[in-house]
């Protein structure tokens, strides 16, 4: 039971940005929301396009991430999402004023530009386990999921499974 809990709330702190917070947020404040999204994308309709794609993203892949449903593929859609909202809504290097010391919003924008790619990196840990196996594992089978709140791997609770037969394209 323990390891279900926390197998839970390691999946609750990866997601807890999104859902509820971020989701929320383009809720109860949408035209900032689409403001925000209009420094990147000029025209208002492909913004409201754009927050509405960022709303489905944040909430139903959270969803899958907690659920393990499809939960492999949900979390690389985070990390992706992660990534290109970082490269998007984080621009450090427009800055005028980004210095090592001292006051910079440079600097801030920086910060928080690494964090979305340190919450990218989370979730393609959780997508592929951290071992080359798991990316192996999640490119033959991108729906696949971890079965996060199973106490036995399925896919090597055999002994010696991955030892006497390696999944396709991977050496012993």
Not at 72 to 90: F, P
Not at 123 to 133: I, K, M, S
Request: with cysteine; aromatic share 12%.
């Amino acid at each position: 039971m323990f390891s279900l809990v926390v197998s839970f709330l390691i999946r609750v702190t990866l997601v807890a940005l999104f859902l509820p917070f971020s989701a929320m947020d383009k809720l109860l404040n949408a035209d900032a929301a689409v403001e925000q999204a209009q420094s990147s994308v000029h025209s208002r309709g492909l913004s409201w396009a754009l927050v509405g794609a960022g709303l489905f993203v944040e909430v139903v892949m959270s969803l899958a991430v907690l659920a393990g449903f499809f939960d492999r593929l949900a979390a690389v859609v985070l990390a992706g999402y992660c990534a290109v909202t970082a490269l998007l809504w984080k621009p450090f290097w427009k800055t005028d004023d980004f210095r090592l010391k001292g006051p910079s919003k440079g600097r801030e924008v920086f910060w928080d530009f690494l964090k979305n790619f340190a919450l990218a990196g989370g979730f393609l840990v959780l997508a592929t386990g951290g071992t080359a196996y798991g990316v192996t594992h999640l490119m033959l089978h991108p729906l696949s999921s971890s079965h996060p709140y199973s106490s036995v791997r399925p896919d090597l609770h055999a002994p010696n499974a991955y030892a006497t037969n390696p999944p396709a394209g991977v050496s012993r």
